[in-house]
């Protein structure tokens, strides 16, 4: 039986939280507390986590190291997963330089541009490849997962050799939509999306 | 009769994808060729568009210029938005430096950090304030929308801070969940927590 998206999505949330808790030193939580951390309903997250089996003792809570590590193995970020960048322009940059992808489980292995004033430079320790090396690189490197930061107009067509180079996921922060086959996923992160969604709600 | 917040999360989709064919030269399109280029059925997007009233004739489509400023209405982005920056490190200059808010209508018009060596520096033609005139600043420039690019432990604290000065919208960088009265709204930009989303479907 497959898991709706929606309860998927949700996971990486609980899991944020999860390892919060445990870097501020507790060891024992609840759905509610989990809960009223989150701004959703406690029956949502025992409803979610509940597709996956039994974490929690009615009355205990849940043992966050267990739950998390339940989570982890889920979400198979139980490992450490290369990444490639593609673009390395201001945004780039940013990404290559974000330690967050790293502390969390997503390693930079490479970066590509198209650029000539960009290729060879180096950037977060990592020398910047043309973009000519796409798909060696990624099949030399048996990379799943792309970053992408270049310009819109190009992105489609960066994603199609992405694609046929092996690719399966893809986080785009390109302000466009891709068409990929079903066997690939896009996540995407635009900023004005996100913004858009809240001005609806202002009076 | 409330919208689902689910139909208004797709709604900037389609007019980021609206403005894509009016740039491309397109005034007509249908509820088929959104649908092929977005990855979705065109029964949604009709069923989406149906909460707002009738846009197209059945078999001649949609006018492209017509419905894009319908969905900008809906949306409330008809008009610019002035916007706060909250960081002004790696990441927060990134965003200072990314043209698409202005272009799309959200415009960064202060910037604030709390760090002496950040504060008076000139980013993106901004000069970088003080967290301590927060208040006084987003009073006075009656600033509703705000962008936190901070790191994650003070994150919350300084959202306190933005919810008194009566910012009802804002774009989370930090990658933790934040807690605010119903009267406000967030949107988070976690690239770990998108990335998550897809590793669970790997093989």
Known sequence: MSIPTIVINRLPVYLRELLRLEAEGQSVTSSQELARRLGMSSAQIRKDLSHFGEFG????????????????KIL??????????????????????NNSFAAR???????????SARIGTTIAKLVVQSTDLLEVTLREKNIRIGLLAIPAEHAQKVTDRLVKAGIVSILNYAPVNLSVPETVRVQYMDPVIQLQRMTYYHL
């Open 105 to 115: 489980g997503f390693r930079i292995t490479c970066i590509f541009d198209s650029s």
């Open 76 to 97: 198979k970020v139980e490992r450490e997963w290369d990444v490639a960048l593609i673009g390395a322009g201001d945004l780039g940059q940013a990404i290559a330089h």
């Open 57 to 72: 003792k009615q009355g205990t809570g849940y043992r966050i190291d267990f739950l998390r590590q339940h989570l982890q």
